[in-house]
């Protein structure tokens, strides 16, 4: 069965640090790959999402994620993170064609001023 | 609406009582997802309806737990005979076509078994 493993389970950084999420996923064909958000009080929403095409993928607030099929991971980046970007950051794949969305545990993400 | 709204917002139940959980996606959207979200454990996948196709059950964690969606629009989440490890946040999402198109999420229920 597809998962989804997110090694990082919570994540302290100061403004202006570089982040690195990773994510791996375990399947062998072809997948969709997501990265949700969940700021405190709100809802989840989407980040960025991969299906094909250039594999660094550009997403909203300065984030972007790079697919790297031959390591079956999805890690997000950002150069300089912000006190507002303190949230809780999901992975999710879908296999190809299909619709069912199966997210990681989660990276909780504080950022300190 | 304009989102997706769930209701109630908090159900705090006794340990054997049945409860159901409601979900009233985006107005147009065909797909409607409810997932778990327990402490440390991530979103868990419950069940996915898609238009009028059968709906993908392979989540549900056992047969106290059921859900159906009423002409294609509202959705409710029944747990019979509620035990403790139900106590979660229960999300609703729905998107307009399919997973792999944007997924809107409701702030969810939480659900507390006591």
């Known amino acids: ?15 202006a640090a570089s982040l ?3 994510c ?3 399947y062998g064909g072809t997948v969709n790959l997501f990265w949700y958000v969940q700021y405190p009080g709100q809802h989840l929403q989407l980040l960025l ?5 250039d594999p660094l993928v550009k997403g909203i607030k300065g984030f972007e994620a790079e697919f790297i099929k031959s390591k079956f991971s999805f890690n997000l980046r950002k150069p300089s993170v912000q006190w507002s970007d303190t949230a809780e950051y999901f992975c999710a794949v879908s296999v190809y064609n299909t619709d069912k969305l199966i997210f990681g545990t989660g990276t909780r993400l504080q950022v300190f001023p | ?8 917002s908090n159900k705090v139940t006794e340990k054997g ?8 996606p985006i107005s147009g959207h065909t797909a409607l997802y409810w997932y778990r979200q327990s402490l440390g454990q991530g979103l868990e996948f419950l069940i996915y309806f898609q238009g009028n196709s059968a709906p993908d059950k392979s989540g549900l964690p056992s047969d106290r737990f059921s859900a159906e969606r009423t002409g294609g629009s509202v959705s ?3 747990i019979q005979r509620t035990q403790q490890e139900d106590s979660a946040v229960y999300l ?4 307009l076509n399919r997973a792999n198109e944007k997924l809107f999420f409701g702030s969810g229920t939480q659900l507390s078994v006591l």
């Open chain 1, 49 to 53: 999402k991969y299906f094909s095409g």
């Open chain 1, 20 to 22: 690195e999420l990773g």
């Open chain 1, 24 to 26: 791996n996923y375990s």
């Open chain 2, 76 to 78: 409710t989440l029944t």
């Open chain 2, 92 to 95: 609703c999402a729905s998107s």
């Open chain 2, 17 to 24: 009582k049945d409860v159901e959980l409601r979900c009233d």
């Open chain 2, 1 to 8: 609406g304009a989102g997706v709204s769930q209701s109630p």
């Open chain 1, 1 to 15: 069965a597809q998962s989804v493993s997110q090694h990082n389970h919570h994540v302290i950084l100061s403004e």
